[in-house]
């Protein structure tokens, strides 16, 4: 196991899960910093990118209720509501009342938003295969069971 004393982790003290978690936080932080500069000459945010997939490729692209979309997204509520305002300012999205309940948003993706995606996805695919190649091509699998699982526990945990 790597040592992450460097990083005020004290190893003689035989606590894994500090390893695991700050390691996490750790991995999570290279790989933000290097998609916010694969993603930054598009002039769009990791989260924003996200929000535009989401609106793409969820619910077979017929659009997604905006509270919905802010439990996908590792954002507040708040910056859901500032994402998707700008967004759809931007032309990328569209929004409109939910017929069947007028308090909710329906978030869809615009062509000019369908367009971006397509012209950022090369080289944002290209970065996270590059990134996730880092794992041996034998243990990816199992890693992404393992963080898949270890996600779905937690979730089941807050519910």
């Known amino acids: 196991m790597k040592d992450l004393s460097r990083y005020g982790i004290n190893p003689a003290k035989n606590r894994p899960y500090e390893n695991i978690t700050y390691a996490l936080a750790l991995v999570y932080n290279v790989i933000n910093a290097q998609v916010e500069n694969c993603l930054a000459p598009c002039g769009l945010t990791p989260v924003q990118f996200n929000l535009l997939m989401l609106a793409a490729y969820q619910n077979g692209g017929n659009g997604l209720k905006q509270a919905e979309m802010g439990k996908r997204l590792i954002a507040s509520a708040s910056n859901v509501t500032k994402l998707v305002e700008k967004s759809v300012k931007e032309g990328l999205l569209s929004r409109a009342q939910n017929p069947q309940s007028r308090r909710e948003n329906i978030i869809k993706i615009t062509a000019k938003g369908q367009q971006l995606i397509d012209k950022v996805w090369p080289a944002y695919d290209q970065l996270v ?31």
């Open 129 to 159: 295969r590059r990134l996730t190649d880092r794992i041996p091509a034998k243990r990816q699998r199992a890693a992404a069971e393992i963080l898949n699982n270890w996600l779905e526990n937690l979730q089941q945990e807050d519910k």
